[in-house]
């Protein structure tokens, strides 16, 4: 018979771990007061340019990262991350692995028209993975790096690689961490984080094939 005061988990291998002896107590609770309000991060002003990096990371290890699946049409998707207030999704393919990156900007009406231009396709023909930034487009840095890093070195290597989105990644265990976007850290700084984009042949191509 086990112990009262003893409770069991089980752990990923299926194996009942029991955790006894331990001094459990309860916490106090309470009724939400009429003025109690849900916060937003964008709502302080605890980010400044040197603040800890880690603090605009959004940590996949403990947050559940916003997936869309690449094969979403364009227009649903948009108004599912409107309705979700969600800006940027990561891009899934059929075994949840990370094929890039999408915005609520991306799939503005214009660069869908342009995209639609450019494909030669109809307004509901448009897929996710064809506004989509790329995985290969999109740069990474350390997770022990950035662990030591600050704001403003996040934004410096933003501007440098002309990048609007950085992946953190533990190169040990080869995994996607996180996400830290130009969006987000402009919302959290409270003031505008302007990338410069470098164009690409691809660009140059789309643009003269447009016009």
Avoid: C, W
Wanted: proline share 2%; hydrophobic share 45%; aromatic share 6%.
């Amino acid at each position: 018979m086990k112990s009262p005061d003893a409770f069991e988990t089980r752990a990923p291998s299926g194996l009942l771990i029991f955790l006894s002896g331990s001094v459990m107590k309860n916490l106090n609770v309470f009724a939400l007061a009429a003025i109690d309000h849900l916060v937003q991060p964008e709502e302080f002003a605890d980010v400044q340019a040197n603040t800890s990096a880690l603090a605009i990371l959004t940590d996949f290890r403990s947050h559940k990262p916003h997936m869309v699946d690449s094969h979403l049409e364009a227009t649903e998707a948009r108004e599912m991350m409107l309705a979700e207030d969600v800006k940027i999704k990561i891009v899934v393919d059929a075994s949840k692995e990370f094929i890039g990156v999408i915005s609520v900007d991306d799939l503005a009406d214009h660069n869908m028209l342009l995209k639609q231009m450019a494909l030669h396709v109809k307004r509901d023909e448009l897929l996710v993975r064809d506004l989509m930034h790329t995985r290969s487009s999109i740069r990474a840095i350390e997770y022990d790096q950035f662990k030591s890093a600050t704001v403003a070195d996040v934004v410096s290597t933003l501007k440098k690689f002309h990048q609007e989105y950085l992946l953190v990644v533990d190169k040990d265990a080869h995994h996607i961490r996180g996400i830290v976007s130009s969006r987000d850290i402009a919302s959290r700084l409270h003031m505008p984080v302007e990338i410069e984009k470098e164009l690409t042949f691809v660009d140059i191509f789309t643009a003269v094939k447009v016009h």
